[in-house]
């Protein structure tokens, strides 16, 4: 079951930082070489600049809202999510109570979008419930960003593990993420 929501994180530079972007194309242009994206957000500059100085913050969200959720904008990464997703668990066998936990876990904290168990394999080395980073090299050797891994183990010893994704995508956010997961669940 989908659970719509809309999120939406603005960081306070985002405000004074608005106000170096140029406000026409050409200028726009020279100041993001290879960016053209002008289209998108010069409008949407004039905009947020209205709104921002006339204090009207909701139009001024909205308008952050409309724009592409991948977008970095004046510093601000606009994290917008449309829905989120139950966990899943594609694999047969879990440690006692290991569903339960990561349902709790996504049921609780409205930034995660979704989580999903991952395989067996090495589930040895785990030592304790709890959260950690792990950047991850897909079938074909590609690299891709820290993820976010949760570790379970239950009564019995038995160990899981599973992948938490969030609306935040940089490394600061996830670190973050982490900490807070850690002080809130991990053991």
Not at 28 to 42: H, Q, T, V
Request: with cysteine; glycine share 10%.
């Amino acid at each position: 079951m989908a659970v719509d929501t809309l999120l939406c994180t603005v960081g306070t530079s985002f405000l004074g930082n608005l106000n170096n972007i140029p406000a026409d194309r050409e200028n726009y242009l020279n100041s993001k070489p290879g960016r053209d994206l002008g289209e998108i957000f010069l409008p949407a500059v004039q905009k947020l600049k209205e709104y921002r100085d006339a204090g009207r913050w909701e139009a001024l969200g909205e308008t952050l809202a409309s724009l592409p959720e991948s977008a970095m904008f004046c510093g601000a990464e606009i994290n917008s999510i449309a829905s989120r997703s139950e966990p899943s668990f594609p694999q047969h066998h879990y440690p006692g109570k290991f569903k339960e936990y990561v349902n709790k876990i996504w049921k609780e904290t409205p930034w995660i979008t979704t989580c999903y168990s991952v395989d067996y394999a090495g589930q040895r080395a785990i030592k304790g419930t709890g959260f950690h980073l792990r950047e991850h090299h897909d079938e074909g050797g590609t690299h891709h960003p820290d993820r976010i891994i949760g570790t379970y183990i239950d009564r019995n010893n038995f160990k899981g593990r599973f992948v938490v994704n969030t609306t935040g995508r940089s490394r600061e956010d996830l670190v973050w993420a982490v900490d807070y997961l850690n002080r809130k669940y991990g053991s």
